[in-house]
């Protein structure tokens, strides 16, 4: 099974200013037809987690564009441009390129 | 608008059973994986199991292998989750998760979310 590590557990973050959280997986998460099937999903306090960016770099509908993802293979990184506080809350990656589907152990991002 | 609702979760002794359910509408859920999705108390998430949009193939997580089955009634738009053998690390909020990717082979995301269900399995 392929194992995700996310770093860090907890990020202390300012408004206005920049953050990055780095997922790594065991094995690669690059597919026959060229892309890596790597998600970024974020659970704000009380709600069910929402989808962020797939397939590693693209930003699900209606995502503000403060968030990216970048990276190929086995080393991935979400940037948030520029952190506003409705930022906060656990930001998890997950790889889909395989069954069993798996999760990184989450980051909480917090003012 | 997608809509994803969860039901059939409780309180449950340690080796009965429980089928939670997950009915669908806003979209064609015909074309659709649907996957189970898992957040034990205070814990992060994790991947249960994934039904292909024509049923033709499963898949579950190693924890949870030879004991749920996941099946879809596409006139019913529903899917459903039959646990079996259930044990005290059963327990979770059970999340119903659409796949944004039509009729895909590999998974690309999780774009649409219900509310839960919550399990518990305890003596």
């Known amino acids: 099974d392929i194992v995700m590590t996310q770093s860090p557990l907890s990020l202390p973050v300012t408004p206005g200013e920049p953050a990055s959280i780095s997922c790594r997986s065991s094995?690669?998460?690059?597919?026959?037809?060229?892309?890596?099937?790597l998600d970024w999903y974020v659970q704000k306090p009380g709600q069910s987690p929402q989808l962020l960016i797939y397939l590693a770099s693209t930003r699900a509908p209606g995502v503000p564009d403060r968030f990216s993802g970048s990276g190929s293979g086995t080393d991935f990184t979400l940037k948030i441009s520029r952190v506003e506080a409705e930022d906060v809350g656990v930001y998890y990656c997950?790889?889909?390129?395989?069954?069993?589907?798996?999760f990184g152990g989450g980051t909480k991002v917090e003012i | 608008e997608v809509q994803l609702v969860e039901f059939g979760g409780g309180l449950v002794q340690p080796g009965r059973s429980l089928r939670l359910s997950c009915a669908a509408s806003?979209?064609?859920?015909?074309?659709?994986?649907i996957h189970w999705v898992r957040q034990g108390p205070g814990k992060g998430l994790e991947w249960v199991s994934r039904i292909s949009w024509n049923s033709a193939t499963a898949a579950y997580a190693d924890s949870v292998k030879g004991r749920f089955t996941i099946s879809r009634d596409n006139a019913k738009k529903s899917v459903y989750l039959q646990m079996n053998s259930l044990k005290v690390e059963d327990t979770a909020l059970y999340y119903c998760?659409?796949?944004?990717?039509?009729?895909?082979?590999?998974?690309w995301g999780f774009g649409s979310w219900g509310q839960g269900t919550l399990v518990t399995v305890s003596s």
């Open positions: 806003g979209f064609i859920f015909d074309d659709y994986d």
């Open positions: 998760v659409k796949d944004i990717g039509r009729m895909t082979t590999v998974t």
């Open positions: 094995q690669s998460l690059l597919y026959s037809n060229g892309y890596n099937y």
């Open positions: 997950m790889q889909a390129v395989q069954f069993p589907l798996g």
